[in-house]
T-cell receptor
Framework: QKEVEQDPGPLSVPEGAIVSLNCTYS??????FMWYRQYSRKGPELLMY????GNKEDGRFTAQVDKSSKYISLFIRDSQPSDSATYLC???????????FGKGTMLLVSP | GAVVSQHPSWVICKSGTSVKIECRSL??????MFWYRQFPKQSLMLMAT?????????EQGVEKDKFLINHASLTLSTLTVTSAHPEDSSFYIC??????????FGPGTRLTVT
């Protein structure tokens, strides 16, 4: 079993839809949970990060962490064609060690 | 936010030759730099971690003699792929870290070995 599991998609939605992206993990030592957005042939950019369990909202984006279930989610409201990209979840333990990435979910938002 | 650049953005080389990729932190001092490799539709896989002035720490399965990493200053790290083969063709991404947990990623370098 891989440390971080993420459905690669692609996930196709119409403009304006609510998008739900998810990851599961197995390492209970993970404390920091991040979501990165990566456009084709570009480096990843940090969208949101959460420490431990809970919710965090930033504009149209909401990140949720449920450590008891080892499950994290990213919700995108009012999705736009410009949101079309690959979304990678990533995790880190409290020792500021290495990032462990999911495989990434490709999102396609059609106008 | 912090800016990390990579050069070149795309390189084609012949099998058996070596190629060097540069990673620079433009507006901050990076105590640690990371090198990742990403195959199509795959995740970022950490290859090695380097601290300025120290030898790089390679992940299991990564050949240190093939992927030479130099972190000579707080703003520059280089990855040299020696005796490149077609299977080394991939997207190489560096990231730079400061004092906290966050890593700032470069735009990536696409390597094609013919």
């Amino acid at each position: 079993q891989k440390e971080v599991e993420q459905d690669p998609g692609p996930l196709s939605v119409p403009e304006g839809a609510i998008v739900s992206l998810n990851c599961t993990y197995s390492n209970s030592a993970f404390q920091y949970f991040m979501w990165y957005r990566q456009y084709s042939r570009k480096g990843p950019e940090l969208l949101m990060y959460t420490y431990s369990s809970g919710n965090k909202e930033d504009g149209r984006f909401t990140a949720q962490v449920d450590k008891s279930s080892k499950y994290i989610s990213l919700f995108i409201r009012d999705s736009q064609p410009s949101d079309s990209a690959t979304y990678l979840c990533a995790m880190m333990d409290s020792g500021y060690s290495t990032l462990t990435f999911g495989k990434g979910t490709m999102l396609l938002v059609s106008p | 936010g912090a800016v990390v650049s990579q050069h070149p953005s795309w390189v084609i080389c012949k099998s058996g030759t070596s190629v060097k990729i540069e990673c620079r932190s433009l507006d901050f001092q990076a105590t640690t730099m990371f090198w990742y490799r990403q195959f199509p539709k795959q995740s970022l896989m950490l290859m090695a971690t380097s601290n300025e002035g120290s030898k790089a720490t390679y992940e299991q399965g990564v050949e240190k003699d093939k992927f030479l990493i130099n972190h000579a200053s707080l703003t520059l790290s280089t990855l040299t792929v020696t005796s490149a083969h077609p299977e080394d063709s991939s997207f190489y991404i560096c990231s730079a870290g400061g004092q906290g947990w966050e890593q700032y990623f470069g735009p990536g370098t696409r390597l094609t070995v013919t």
